[in-house]
């Protein structure tokens, strides 16, 4: 009886989780809708209707190359950390993080789900090696985008006429702050925070180095990241071009970059709405009209989702009891 979860907690953790992905559900919805009801909707649903396919099926194989690339860049991480991980195996469950991430609320349950599949699949020693792999690949993905943000942001007022617009401006402030947030927090926890916190980031800094920097890390990891960053964009780039509105080619390290970004804010399902927010009021700066960024970014979102799909087939046989994963 002592080791079994009392009636009372039980409502209470399933409560507080419901709650944090029913008001992501709730912001979702309600951020479509208002983009909607401000929006010409038939000209939407028009201009995604008359799609053309050859650009979207472009756009859904560089979405395999995005996981596959992703999947080798977490690889040569773990390796890194000391994680023997098959490239196999890594491809397959970062197609199941990255379709989960898509759709379900909180943007990383997906990541969660491979982290504890593969500690638990891995000796005791190995639990901090996965999840930092996990950990620090996103990060440097994340860091690569905010990298061609902050040129693009630069580049801004040499190739589009006038300053950087607001949207974009505070999106880059609210980026910097919350690195610098983020790494005053390690560094407080490293040094005074609870025995537990304290040893979950010990030598995180030593393995940062590791991974991403030394020993010529920095060059593969450099141009695996601006490689899979170019495969975002141009992913992007072609879901316009599908609608018949091509993106002007300063639009490609200027606005897209801030819309893919926009997808990291957590208060929607999978960026779903803050996305199409920040489309919507980026686009006339390229001289296109609101209603065809919504829908590119709609389209785009589409082609994620779609292109993902693989990961619920992995997803699938990697429940199956014949086929834990093994590292």
Not at 199 to 220: E, H, I, M, Q, Y
Not at 230 to 250: E, I, T
């Amino acid at each position: 009886m002592a080791c079994e979860p009392s009636r009372e907690q039980v409502p209470s953790n399933d409560g507080t989780a419901n709650g944090h992905a029913g008001w992501r559900i709730a912001a979702t919805v309600a951020l479509l809708a208002t983009l909607a009801w401000f929006l010409d909707t038939k000209a939407v649903a028009t201009a995604l209707a008359g799609a053309d396919a050859l650009p979207i099926l472009a756009a859904l194989l560089l979405v395999q190359a995005q996981i596959v690339l992703s999947a080798w860049r977490w690889r040569l991480i773990a390796e890194r950390l000391g994680l023997r991980l098959p490239l196999g195996l890594a491809v397959g469950e970062y197609y199941v993080a990255s379709l989960l991430n898509l759709v379900l609320p909180g943007g990383v349950p997906g990541d969660a789900l491979r982290a504890v599949r593969l500690a638990k699949a891995a000796a005791a020693p190995a639990w901090r090696p996965v999840v930092r792999s996990i950990i620090l690949e996103r990060a440097a993905g994340q860091m690569a985008l905010a990298g061609v943000m902050v040129v693009g942001f630069a580049a801004w007022p040499l190739v589009l006429e006038g300053r950087v617009p607001d949207e974009a401006a505070w999106l880059g402030v609210g980026v910097l702050v919350a690195g610098c947030v983020i790494a005053l927090m390690l560094a407080i926890l490293a040094r005074g925070g609870p025995a537990a916190m304290r040893s979950a980031v010990a030598g995180l800094g030593v393995d940062l180095f590791r991974a991403l920097a030394a020993d010529g890390a920095w060059l593969t990891q450099g141009i695996l990241n601006l490689a899979i960053v170019a495969s975002y964009v141009a992913a992007f780039a072609l879901a316009a071009a599908a609608l018949g509105h091509p993106v002007p080619w300063v639009g490609w390290f200027t606005v897209v970059p801030v819309v893919l970004f926009s997808m990291i804010v957590p208060v929607t399902i999978g960026g779903w709405g803050v996305r199409e927010a920040i489309a919507a009021s980026l686009w006339p700066l390229l001289g296109l009209d609101p209603t065809i960024g919504f829908a590119t970014s709609v389209l785009y979102g589409l082609i994620a989702v779609i292109g993902s799909l693989p990961g619920a087939a992995f997803l699938v046989f990697r429940l199956r009891g014949d086929a834990r994963p093994a590292i």
